[in-house]
C-alpha cells in the first residue's frame, strides 16, 4: 500500500491500526481535509468522524470507486472532484450508498479502470477519458483537434443537454458505462531536459520534429503526427525517466497532470497548445446504476452534479495558486518551484496549429474515425454538433463564469 505526503509524518503502523479502526476509505476521506501532513491525533479525529458519518446506518448498497492513481493528497492539486462526490454521495443518502474509494492505482491503473469497471471489479472509476479510449474507444469523441477553444467551452458542454446525445448516452449504450462528471483542461506538449537551455517556446515550429509521449487516444494522434509531433507510445511509469535522460523531448498532457504525478522536477516548459481535451472523468457502471431505487439514482446524479460545481471552481483556482500555471507565476507554486516555464503561444500561432490539424481546415486525416465514432452515436456528427454547441458562448468566456446545468434536465 502507497502512503501519501499527506499522511508522511505517520508510521505504518499507526497508519494501518487507523485503517483496521475506522476503515482505510474513512481514513483517506478524514486525510482530505489536511493540506499539509496531519499529526496522528488530528487524522484519528477526522477519521473517526468520517467513520461515524459513514456507518451511521447500514447501507443498501456498497460501491468501489477504483481512483486510478488519485489520493486525498494530489486530489488538492488536481481538483477531479472524486472524494467530494463519494463524500456527497454517502451523505445525500444517510449512508444508503457507501462508496469505498481505492486510490494509489491498488486496484486500478490509467490504462484499466474502465475495463475493470466493464468486468465489474469495481463500480465506479476515476480515470482520464483519452488512457480510458482503449478500452472504451467511443471516448475519442472529445478528441478531435481544436474542437473546444478553450476550458470555458469544455465545461459548457458537460454541463449541456448536447453532452447527453453526443456522449453520455451513446457511452453508455456502447460500454456499459454512466459518464458522471470530470475535470476539464486541455493538452499541450509538457517538455522534458532536451528544452531546459532553448528560450521559451514561442512558435508551433520549434516543437516540429520532436518525439512526444502520447496516451490511448487513437484522435490524439492524428493531431500529433498533423502536427509533426511524433507520437510515441511510452509506458506512464517509464514516461519520467525517458523526459530526463532526452530519451523523449515531451509528452502530450495537461498542466496538472504534471504536478499531481510528481512530473515537475523533470518538466522544463509547459507549452500551452491546447489542441486536444484532457478530461480526468469519474464514470459508473450502468449495471449498478440501474439497480438503484430511482430516489437513490436522483441522489448519483445530484452529487455528480455538485462534484461538477466544485471541479468546475476549484481546479481553476488550483491552477494558479497550486500548480503555477499562469504568467507570471505565483510564488510557491509547483512550477515556480521546480522551473517549470509556462509557454504562452500567441493566438496566431494557436490559429496555425488549428489549421494544420483540425477537422474543420483538414478534414481527410480524420473521415475515417469521424464516421466510425458518428455510427457509434447513431448517424450524428458528433464533431460539427460539439463544435456548434461550444461556440454558442462568446470566445473569450472565462471557465469559472460558465453558468451550471443539470444536464440530463436542461
Known amino acids: 500500500m502507497k502512503v501519501s505526503k499527506a499522511l508522511s509524518g505517520i508510521s505504518r503502523r499507526d497508519l494501518f491500526k487507523l485503517s483496521s479502526q475506522y476503515g482505510m476509505s474513512s481514513v483517506l476521506m478524514g486525510a482530505g481535509a489536511f493540506g499539509a501532513a496531519a499529526t496522528l491525533p ?29 489520493n486525498e493528497r494530489n486530489l488538492l492539486i488536481e481538483r477531479a472532484g472524486v472524494l467530494e462526490f463519494a463524500r456527497d454521495l454517502e451523505s445525500r443518502t444517510d449512508g444508503e450508498i457507501r462508496v469505498e474509494f481505492i486510490g494509489d492505482n491498488q486496484i486500478c491503473g490509467q490504462l484499466n479502470c474502465v475495463e475493470k469497471a466493464q468486468q465489474g471489479i469495481v463500480d465506479m472509476y476515476a480515470a482520464s477519458t483519452q488512457n480510458s479510449a482503449g478500452g472504451a474507444p467511443y471516448l475519442n469523441v472529445l478528441d478531435y483537434a481544436y474542437m473546444f477553444r478553450s ?40 517538455t522534458g531536459s532536451s528544452f531546459a537551455d532553448r528560450p521559451t517556446v514561442t512558435s508551433i515550429e520549434e516543437l516540429f520534429g520532436t518525439k512526444n509521449r502520447v496516451t490511448g487516444t487513437q484522435l490524439g494522434r492524428i493531431a500529433m503526427q498533423l502536427l509533426n509531433l511524433n507520437p510515441v507510445p511510452v509506458a506512464w511509469e517509464e514516461t519520467l525517466d525517458g523526459l530526463k535522460q532526452g530519451l523523449i523531448d515531451g509528452a502530450e498532457t495537461w498542466a496538472s497532470a504534471v504536478a499531481y504525478a510528481n512530473m515537475a522536477p523533470v518538466v522544463t516548459q509547459s507549452v500551452d497548445l491546447r489542441f486536444f481535451c484532457g478530461t480526468e472523468h469519474t464514470a459508473m457502471s450502468a449495471r449498478a446504476f440501474d439497480g438503484l431505487s430511482e430516489e437513490l439514482q436522483d441522489a448519483v446524479m445530484e452529487s455528480a452534479y455538485l462534484a461538477q460545481v466544485h471541479v468546475q471552481a476549484a481546479n481553476e483556482a488550483a491552477l494558479v495558486k497550486t500548480v503555477g500555471f499562469s504568467n507570471p507565476q505565483l510564488p510557491g507554486t509547483i512550477f515556480a518551484e521546480n522551473d517549470v516555464r509556462v509557454a504562452d503561444l500567441p493566438p496566431e500561432e494557436i490559429r496555425k496549429a488549428e489549421e494544420m490539424c ?15 465514432i458518428n455510427g457509434w452515436a447513431g448517424g450524428i456528427d458528433t464533431y460539427q454538433a460539439i463544435y456548434d454547441e461550444v461556440r454558442t458562448i462568446p470566445a473569450d468566456t472565462l471557465p469559472e463564469n460558465v453558468e451550471p446545468r443539470r444536464w440530463w434536465k436542461s
Not at 45 to 64: G, I, V
Not at 168 to 183: Q, S, Y
Open 42 to 70: 488530528e487524522l484519528a479525529r477526522a477519521a473517526q468522524s468520517s467513520y461515524e458519518k459513514r456507518f451511521a446506518n447500514e447501507p443498501k448498497h456498497t460501491f468501489r470507486l477504483g481512483a486510478a492513481g488519485f
Open 151 to 190: 476550458r470555458a467551452d469544455q465545461y459548457h458542454y458537460f454541463y449541456s443537454p448536447e453532452s447527453v446525445r453526443t456522449l453520455r448516452d451513446p457511452f453508455e449504450r456502447m460500454h456499459g458505462l454512466k459518464f458522471l462528471f470530470t475535470h476539464a483542461e486541455l493538452r499541450g506538449i509538457q
Open 358 to 372: 483540425s477537422p474543420e481546415f483538414n478534414p481527410e486525416p480524420w473521415a475515417q474515425w469521424r464516421e466510425r
